[in-house]
Structures are given as structure tokens and as C-alpha cells.
């Protein structure tokens, strides 16, 4: 079965449309792609189809009948309207082979997809076809028309060829002729690899671009080329969930790493781009968080469709442009500057909107990044402001990373059921596969939850997380005698990570749980520390001025609460002070336990704890290092104390 994009076809599509999207998904192999509708660049073609040993094809959807069909020749076709009236269009062939003359041209840029040497230099490394599906000519209508003499047989599906419900469908025959829908016919030595079909991918559609590599381009005759490396897209699954434009109300529940973040602020692109005009919010709980989605989606909205128009040369590659009518809030935000209201005020409100007798702004969609930690009141009040012909709301979510006590039944806060239309991603990006099993072992030694996980085929409380193949060092842990020690030696670590292994200093973390203690004045050690080894540094969480204001890549190392990381990601989380958790004025342990996993989740590739004193998880960590002196893992797979 193929992967389709979108997953389901929308209802307003013909009915040849729906049958020819069903067949394709239901007989072509599974590591086909089948592409319904897609936007490129301006075009949009019916289908496109890519398969590692097939290439690309682009089918164009006619539902002419024979009456419909007047005078017909290779440029144009005449077409008798259903009130009689007669037009002229282009050969539907014609169309098919445009657009795929479209496709081609945006690929060739990329030097990494097309042949260096050979017969076919220059051109792309796998074939690129195009064909015509009638979805109500049968094969012998084809014959009895003559129109096999303007369209070969090879570049055209009938109904009797598309309809499995027809005795003279053939799987067979059907997955032959789209094999054979080339002007110029080769077939591939080696099929397409993954890095190549995402690279395809990559260019054709930009709202599933996450990063690359860009080296100098590469010139050829009287053009440059692209010159592309370490290409990274959302995965299939992802961008199919981005893609469920205006879909009304949607859930997505993910484990930490899983894209929840880059699904949503792509969601909101692809929304503001196919509906200009729709007011879209994007809500979230904390400020740091709303800060980093407001920066994401500026980015989005400022990446270029066409690569060659992007200056990587200028110090942000930013030209800030922006869309006013896509609003990102932090909530208690977006209640005092938008709603002009106190929270004290939400149940008399929501009483009033919902006996008509108040008046708020309404959007067209809303969206809600880490949605587990939203009031019910919060959410009923969200919900009364939606576009009712819209209903377009998305909640994203973790409970695994609740940190407040929320009671949620989303039926009763908005109203809306979310039965059917719920995705689980369980696939953790973010994190190595060393640092994914080193937090969720934790989480389940120390979570009340830990008998409500699920996994992702079963409806539940908490996801358990699937880890990539990527792999990394075992997360460090420090321990010493006090917490000067402590962070000497973490302020150093950072220092050997950005000179032996190249780690931006904007990719560095430290996270802590409060910032002074009634002996210790935390966050004035770290800076005194970070001083000391000469390192930049900005402290995210000392005022809501300096969340609001923060920008990843300044060069600086980032020091925040773990509560204001939710949402963030850097190569290197270095947690320090570990033995202040659980903390001891803290009463809820369990929000304890969510927030040193989300802290631990934030890193990429390194991670490191460190503590100078007794506390239950440091005791938990204390047996990780007995069993590794063990173990005797390698040093290199260690982050020590030196």
C-alpha cells in the first residue's frame, strides 16, 4: 500500500479523483509516494507519484466522456459543456507534460540529483514521466475515437484500467504502464535512496524543509547549481499532519522530540497561505516558548520557494518579513493584550460569549502548542472565539511533559470531539537514541503514570517514545562537593565541547531549577562560572523583557528554568543542581519528575547532570554510576569530570 499525502482525499474531489487516489494507494508498493494535489511552486498538479525505482511521474485527471469530447488534436481539445456550451483547453497530455517540465526545472538546480557523466549528463538521475487517467473512458472508447492517435496508449490510464471493480483490471498492467509513461524510458541501476527521495521532496515542497547544509554552488555553463548537504525534512507522517489544511478540529499527541512544534508552526504557514485572509492564532503557555514559534514561523514565512533567491551570506539570512495575521501568544498574553481581560474574569466571560451577550475577536484557526497545560476554563474560552464555519482548531500535546495539574476531558472544555481525529507521534527526532532511553528510564523508575503508558497503536494517557537509529554519547553525569565545583567543571565541559567538538555556543543550554536557594545564589554561580572560562552568555528566564526578547543564534550560551525550556531544543543540555529536585517546597513530586524529563529532552546530542548533594534523584543517578564503573563504559562515550 502507498504512502499518500494527504492521507485521506478531501470531499469535494470528483469521483474519478477518489477512485484513482484509492487504487493507487491500495496496488502501488509501499515505498511509493503518492501525492494528491500538490502545491509546487504555483502548480498544482492532480497526482505525483515517486517510487525509488520508478522516479516521478505527474498523472493529470480528465472525467470527459465521450459526448463531452467535440474535436480533439495534439495542442488542444474542444469540450462540449454540460449546458452545450463549447471550450477550448489544452491537451490534457500536454498539461501533464507541463507540469512535469515545471517539476524538472526546480530539481535540475540541485547538483546532487542529476547525472555527472554519461549519456544523459546534465539530465536528472532518474527518469521523470507524465501521463492522462480517464476516469469514465473505458479502453475500447479510447479505440472507437481515435484518440490513441493524439495520446499514446503508454501515457493514458481508461477507467478499466484504474477500477478494480472492472474484470479486465490488472495490478499488473496498471503498474506497467505507469512504469512506461517516459518520453525518454531508462531504468534505474540503483533505486533512489531515502536521502534522495527526501532531497526531492525538500525542494518541491518548502513546508517540509527543517534544515541543510549549504556549500558554494556549483557552477555549469551559464548557470550555478545548488550544492545541498545533511538535508533534513519532516518525515512523511509529519508533513501529512501539517498538511490537513482546514481539516476542522485536530489532536496531536507526541512524545518530546517528535516535531509537535515544527508541525504546528508549518500548519500555520500552509493555513495563512492557502487563506490569505484567515486570522490564525498560535497559543502556548510559556513566553520563551511563544518567543522561539514567533521565530520559527518568521523564518518559514521568509525562506525562499526558490532557493537561489536566499542570501546565506547576510548575518540573520532574514529579510524579517512577516504575516499580521498570524498571531503567536503566550496565553496570559494574549488575554491582557488582545481580550483586555484578567483571568480572574474567564468564567464570567465565557458565561456571557456563550449567552451572546459579549463581543471578542474571532479566528478562523486557532492552535495550541503544549495544550496539557492549559486550564479547561482556558480552553472553553478559546474554543467560544473560533470561526464556527471554520472550526479549525488544532491541540498539540504531551502529558509526559504536564507540569500543572489540569483536569482534562476535551469534549467538555471545547465542545468539540476529537474521537477519529486524533494522530499519535511516538517517533522521538529530537534526541539521540542514548538520550531518549536514559529519560524515559527515569521517567518510568520515578512516574506515578508509568502503568497509564501506551504505545502507539493503543488510545492512552502517556506515549512511550521510539528513539531514530541516530546515535550519540551516554548522557554525563557529574557529581562533586559543592556546587563552585560543580559548576567549574560544567563551564568547562562547555568550553572543551565548543573547541574539540565544534558545538555553537548558541547550542548550549544550562538549565536549573530555581535561581537562589537560602544558601546559594544559583544563577550568580553559573554566571560567575561561565565569566571565569570566557563564555558569552544570556539569561533567558531573568524577567518576562528577556523571554519575550531572546534570539537562538546570538552566540551566547542560554541559561533558563527548566519550566521556560518546554518547546526548545539545543545540541547541549547541560541540567545543573540536580540535587534541588524534587524540590523540597514543591508538593505535586509528579511535576518534578515531567519537568526533569522535559529538561533532559531538550538536548540533541549531548547531555549532562550534575549535583553536589542527597536528594531522591540524585540518588536514582548515583546507581547509574555505580553501574557504569560496572560497565566500564569507554571515556569517549563519557562526559567526565576532568
Not at 524579517?320 to 493584550?337: A, C, E
Not at 471554520?390 to 476535551?410: C, G, N, P
Not at 537562589?516 to 570566557?534: G, M, Q, W, Y
Request: with cysteine; charged share 30%.
Amino acid at each position: 500500500m502507498a504512502y499518500t499525502v494527504p492521507e485521506a482525499i478531501r470531499t469535494t474531489a470528483t469521483t474519478g479523483e477518489r477512485l484513482l487516489f484509492k487504487t493507487l494507494k491500495t496496488y502501488l508498493p509501499d515505498d511509493y509516494i503518492v501525492y494528491y494535489e500538490p502545491e509546487i511552486r504555483g502548480k498544482r498538479p492532480d497526482f505525483v507519484i515517486i517510487g525509488p525505482d520508478l522516479g516521478l511521474v505527474v498523472l493529470e485527471v480528465k472525467d470527459f466522456t465521450k459526448s463531452t469530447l467535440f474535436q480533439v488534436n495534439h495542442e488542444e481539445w474542444h469540450i462540449i459543456s454540460k449546458s452545450g456550451e463549447q471550450t477550448i483547453t489544452k491537451s490534457p497530455l500536454r498539461q501533464a507534460r507541463d507540469y512535469m517540465f515545471h517539476i524538472v526545472d526546480v530539481l535540475k538546480k540541485d547538483k546532487n540529483l542529476i547525472q555527472a557523466e554519461g549519456k544523459y549528463k546534465w539530465f536528472l538521475k532518474f527518469p521523470c514521466g507524465h501521463g492522462v487517467v480517464f476516469t469514465r473512458l473505458q479502453s475500447k472508447d479510447m479505440l472507437q475515437e481515435g484518440l490513441y492517435t493524439v495520446i499514446e496508449p503508454n501515457y493514458c490510464l481508461t477507467r478499466d484500467e484504474i477500477d478494480p471493480d472492472k474484470e479486465s483490471f490488472s495490478e499488473e498492467i496498471l503498474m506497467e504502464k505507469i512504469l512506461n509513461m517516459f518520453t525518454i524510458p531508462f531504468r534505474l541501476k540503483e533505486p533512489l535512496t531515502m536521502e534522495e527521495i527526501n532531497s526531492i521532496r525538500y525542494h518541491l515542497f518548502p513546508e517540509v524543509r527543517i534544515s541543510a547544509e549549504f556549500k558554494a554552488p556549483v557552477p555549469y555553463q551559464d548557470q550555478l547549481l545548488l550544492s545541498l548537504h545533511d538535508i533534513k525534512t519532516m518525515d512523511l507522517y509529519q508533513e501529512n499532519l501539517a498538511k490537513q489544511i482546514g481539516d476542522k478540529n485536530r489532536l496531536i499527541r507526541g512524545v518530546a522530540g517528535s516535531g509537535k512544534t515544527l508541525i504546528l508552526a508549518s500548519r500555520a504557514k500552509m493555513l495563512a497561505k492557502e487563506y490569505p485572509k484567515w486570522k490564525v492564532l498560535i497559543l502556548c503557555y510559556n513566553i520563551s516558548l511563544a518567543n522561539s514559534i514567533q521565530q520559527m514561523i518568521t523564518h518559514m514565512l521568509n525562506e525562499p520557494e526558490d532557493l537561489f533567491d536566499f542570501d546565506f551570506s547576510a548575518s540573520n539570512g532574514l529579510q524579517q518579513k512577516s504575516n499580521d495575521n498570524i498571531i503567536v501568544r503566550n496565553f496570559h498574553s494574549w488575554l491582557k493584550r488582545d481580550l483586555k481581560l484578567h483571568e480572574q474574569q474567564i468564567p464570567t466571560i465565557i458565561e456571557k460569549l456563550e449567552k451572546n451577550e459579549a463581543i471578542l475577536p474571532k479566528y478562523d484557526a486557532i492552535l495550541i502548542d503544549e495544550g496539557q497545560d492549559f486550564e479547561s476554563d482556558w480552553l472553553k474560552l478559546v474554543s467560544l472565539l473560533i470561526n464556527p464555519d471554520t472550526q479549525s482548531l488544532l491541540l498539540v500535546e504531551d502529558r509526559a511533559q504536564t507540569i500543572y495539574k489540569r483536569k482534562r476531558s476535551y469534549v467538555q472544555d471545547t465542545g468539540l470531539s476529537f474521537q477519529g481525529r486524533s494522530k499519535i507521534l511516538a517517533i522521538n527526532y529530537r534526541n539521540t537514541a542514548q538520550i531518549v532511553k536514559f529519560a524515559w528510564e527515569f521517567y518510568q523508575a520515578k512516574s506515578m503514570f508509568r502503568k497509564k503508558v501506551v504505545n502507539r497503536e493503543l488510545e492512552g494517557e502517556i506515549i512511550a517514545p521510539q528513539s531514530t537509529k541516530r546515535k550519540g554519547p551516554e548522557p554525563g553525569i557529574i557529581r562533586t562537593d559543592n556546587f563552585f565545583k560543580e559548576m567549574s567543571i560544567v563551564a568547562h565541559q562547555i568550553k572543551r565541547l565548543h573547541d574539540e567538538k565544534k558545538v555553537p555556543l548558541q547550542e548550549v543550554l544550562i538549565l536549573y531549577r530555581v535561581k537562589r536557594t537560602n544558601k546559594l545564589a544559583i544563577v550568580d554561580i553559573i554566571k560567575r562560572a561561565l565569566e571565569k572560562e570566557s563564555l558569552p552568555y544570556y539569561w533567558i528566564t531573568e524577567n518576562e523583557q528577556t523571554k519575550r526578547s531572546f534570539e537562538k543564534e546570538d552566540g551566547c550560551v542560554k541559561i533558563s528554568t527548566i519550566d521556560s525550556s518546554k518547546g526548545l531544543d539545543y545540541q547541549a543540555v547541560f541540567i545543573v543542581n540536580v540535587d534541588n529536585m524534587p524540590f523540597p517546597l514543591e508538593e505535586d513530586i509528579e511535576r518534578e519528575v515531567s519537568l526533569l524529563y522535559i529538561g533532559m529532552t531538550r538536548a540533541k546530542e549531548y547531555l549532562c547532570l550534575s549535583y553536589s548533594a542527597e536528594s531522591d534523584f540524585t540518588a536514582y543517578f548515583d546507581k547509574i554510576l555505580v553501574e557504569r564503573k560496572k560497565i566500564d563504559i569507554p571515556m569517549s562515550k563519557k562526559v567526565n569530570n576532568k
